[in-house]
């Protein structure tokens, strides 16, 4: 048997005290024992070396479209100092149903946001808050996260009024909830809570409707003072798959942004400027 030396059995006693800090256990009435997430986890070194997320309210700015006018089904902002956008279905008069007009200033507000390099994440929510049915409740699955006011109703209604989903809205649904949940969610096309909602993990969290926006702007908050890149490539390496060959290439995109900013990738076009044939030798060939 290989004898383990004093610092090594240290090194794992400190480990195991960590995992131990972030777990507790909870007793069932079998008396059966589990083990759960520890709320005090959040009293980690990385929490007391980099502190809590702010909670001061965010200042918004409201933003117009290509011509400098207002939009009717949308509203557009971006947090001034912060890098969080948020767009907003404004049509709370048809219960936030989009039509082919909110669909064009949904696009243009993306894609400004996406090309706006101080934006790091965007909040897409709605006017009213309530219900996510529907063609809305495709687009909160699609989202690379949800939460979810404790009042929220989800569901499809595909079925009972002679339309579907065949695309984003069947596949996502099925990777969320699992074959047999999606099939019954637009089988029967019936309306779920918030609280099974997030049970059968079709939202991420569920709080008091009074709290949604703070809630969100907290998640916001911690998103972004996380590596951008190690985001960027996480989300594309987690789209790859149900995004296809356009996936892939998104991914190797990002690969490609990455290597470029390497002394090896820059070696290439270094040697060419300079007429020379290139020195990859002194580069490691990695296992």
């Not at 070396?49 to 509203?75: A, M, Y």
């Not at 956008?85 to 049509?91: E, L, M």
């Not at 149903?97 to 897409?124: C, Y």
């Not at 596949?171 to 089988?187: D, N, Y």
Request: with cysteine; proline share 4%.
């Amino acid at each position: 048997m290989a004898q383990v030396s004093e610092k090594e059995l240290n090194s794992m006693r400190r480990r195991a005290a960590t995992v131990a800090n972030h777990l507790v256990p909870v007793i069932s009435s079998s008396d059966c024992q589990y083990i759960v997430l520890n709320d005090a986890s959040m009293n980690d070194s990385y929490h007391r070396i980099h502190g809590e997320v702010p909670t001061h309210k965010v200042v918004w700015r409201n933003e117009c479209d290509e011509s400098g006018k207002k939009f009717t089904d949308i509203i557009y902002k971006k947090a001034v100092g912060e890098g969080i956008a948020k767009i907003t279905i404004n049509r709370p008069e048809r219960r936030n149903a989009f039509r082919p007009q909110t669909i064009k200033e949904l696009i243009w507000a993306f894609n400004d946001a996406r090309d706006d390099s101080s934006i790091g994440v965007i909040i897409l929510t709605g006017q009213v808050a309530g219900y996510a049915v529907g063609g809305g409740h495709v687009l909160h699955m699609v989202c690379d996260l949800t939460i979810a006011a404790d009042n929220a109703i989800f569901g499809q209604t595909g079925p009972k009024v002679g339309s579907f989903d065949a695309g984003y809205g069947s596949s996502i649904m099925s990777r969320l909830v699992g074959p047999k949940k999606a099939r019954e969610m637009w089988f029967l096309a019936r309306l779920y809570t918030a609280a099974e909602a997030e049970k059968m993990g079709l939202v991420n969290t569920v709080v008091p409707l009074e709290n949604l926006e703070s809630e969100t702007i907290k998640w916001c908050r911690e998103i972004l003072r996380n590596s951008p890149t190690a985001i960027r490539v996480l989300k594309s390496a987690l789209n790859a798959v149900d995004d296809g060959h356009t996936g892939l290439q998104a991914l190797g995109g990002d690969a490609t942004l990455l290597f470029y900013g390497t002394e090896e990738g820059n070696e290439g076009k270094t040697a060419y400027v300079d007429r020379r044939p290139p020195d990859f030798s002194k580069f490691p060939r990695r296992p």
